[in-house]
Each structure stands twice: as C-alpha cells, then as structure tokens.
Nanobody, 119 residues
C-alpha cells in the first residue's frame, strides 16, 4: 500500500515563504489527483490546492489564489506546495492526499506537517 510523506513545514513570520513536499512510497497506484489539505485548530479540514494527474490542471481555494502554487515532479508521485506571502490565518496542519483512479474521493493521506505563521 502506498504511503505519503510530507516535509517542509515550520515556523515563519507573516509575509515569508515555505515549500512543502509530498512523496509517495511503497506500492504506488494510478492517480487521478493529488492535493494539499489543511486543518486549523477548531476548524474543518479544507482543500487548499490539488493537481490533476492526467493534465497537470491545478485548482486553488480562493483563500490562497495568487499566493500558493502546486506542482508535481516530472517522475514519480511527488508534489510540492509553494506558499508565498504567508498569513497568520494559513497556520494549520497541512496534509498531502491522493485520489486513485476510480476512487470517489481522496483515499490515501499523509501524516501531516505543521505550518505556523506568526504575525
């Protein structure tokens, strides 16, 4: 079974940047999409960005448009989330997720990485 491992979280000041990475290991799968979710304390988990595997089409939540950029490596199941102009409201645990071809929803999740933005 595939596993997703995130890295790149940390503590930054408002206005600074971070880059998150997510790599799949183990038995990989035919992928429909991979994405980044986040969950802040007391809030529901929300989709931040996702990339469609077949054509690289990205999607962004309105709250991060123009500041975040999702991309994928040329080979393998690795994605990145470049986060610029970070705000305190971006503070959350960020999760990488994958949706297999034929799956109704994201069905493989990473363990999460903490992003903290100080004002």
């Amino acid at each position: 079974q595939a596993q997703l491992v995130e890295s790149g979280g940390g503590l930054v000041q408002a206005g600074e940047s971070l880059r998150l990475s997510c790599s799949a290991s183990g038995r990989t799968f035919s992928t429909h999409a991979m994405g980044w979710f986040r969950q802040a304390p007391g809030k529901d988990r929300e989709l931040v960005a996702r990339i469609r595997w077949s054509n690289g089409e990205p999607y962004y939540a309105d709250s991060v448009k123009g500041r975040f950029s999702i991309s994928r490596a040329r080979a393998g199941h690795t994605i990145y989330l470049q986060m610029n102009s970070l705000k305190s409201e971006d503070t959350a645990v960020y999760y990488c997720a994958a949706q297999r071809v034929g799956a109704a929803s994201y069905d493989t999740w990473g363990q999460g990485t903490q992003v903290t933005v100080s004002a």
